[in-house]
Nanobody, 127 residues
Framework: QVQLVESGGGLVQAGGSLRLSCAASGRTSGRTFSNYAMSWFRQAPGKEREFVAAISFIRRTYYADSVKGRFTITRDNAKNTVYLQMNSLKPEDTAVYYC?????????????????WGQGTQVTVSS
């Protein structure tokens, strides 16, 4: 089993920055964190969960168009942690942000590809 714990959310003014972290623990089938893809999704009130960013096991990165140029996803395999640096935040970025792990390692954009999810961390951007 794998557990994911997000941190770093909070309240920030528009134009500000936040860095989210997601720490993974546990393992499956003898594989390690470096074998997996990690991603961030978000869900705003009344909306469906949407893809934000992903990083594959070979560190290829993918972003939603709405965050390209503002958000950066990175990973530290030694710490079993993935990060989301969020700059130039906008009120429309307000949502609960979820970390997810994909055993296949590809870094897919669809939530159905992910095997484990964190509990989420709230990000609120005021105007």
């Amino acid at each position: 089993q794998v557990q994911l714990v997000e941190s770093g959310g909070g309240l920030v003014q528009a134009g500000g920055s936040l860095r989210l972290s997601c720490a993974a623990s546990g393992r499956t089938s003898g594989r390690t964190f470096s074998n997996y893809a990690m991603s961030w999704f978000r869900q705003a009130p009344g909306k469906e969960r949407e893809f934000v960013a992903a990083i594959s096991f070979i560190r290829r990165t993918y972003y939603a168009d709405s965050v390209k140029g503002r958000f950066t996803i990175t990973r530290d395999n030694a710490k079993n942690t993935v990060y989301l640096q969020m700059n130039s935040l906008k009120p429309e970025d307000t949502a609960v942000y979820y970390c997810a792990l994909e055993l296949a390692g590809r870094g897919s954009a669809g939530p159905q590809a992910y095997d484990y999810w964190g509990q989420g961390t709230q990000v609120t951007v005021s105007s």
